[in-house]
């Protein structure tokens, strides 16, 4: 993952002290994300990939793999990218926990997603209007702001979560 990410930096011309102050991160942080010595958050891998305007699997292993990354309260497995003419996919397997939530990065401009819940009850979507869902519901909204995943009372949440990036023009 951190050879990705320093490649995708180095071929945008993004010094690293330059990418961790646009996402938010510290350096060292970033640099051990690149040599592989720390193990960095969800909320660092999509501060840092909105930066680098790619999609989250861009740093991952691919979907075979099935890689699950780990945030404050959310556990998001990779099932599957798709990819048409106008945008790229990611579609994950979520579980959030009771207990506080998570905040997540805005991501680049464009970004939506779509969460459906199969179990629990999930308050999720942009920090200033979250929306809610029971089993059975769903969640859209644009992501290119700060966003939240916050389970509502003490049931775990199971849930899909399905990133559409659109292309660049």
Known sequence: MGRRVRALREARGISLSALARLAGVGKATLSGLENGTRN???????????QLGVPLTSVLSGPAAGPTVRGAAVSATLLEVFEDADATYELYRMRVTPGPGQLSPAHQPGVTEH??????VLRAGPTDAPLTAAAGGHLRWTSDVPHGYAAVGDEEVAAS???RYPRPK
């Open 40 to 50: 960095p958050t969800l909320e660092t891998l999509y501060a840092v990939t909105a």
């Open 161 to 163: 979560l399905l990133l």
């Open 115 to 120: 969460v459906t819940v199969f179990a629990g």
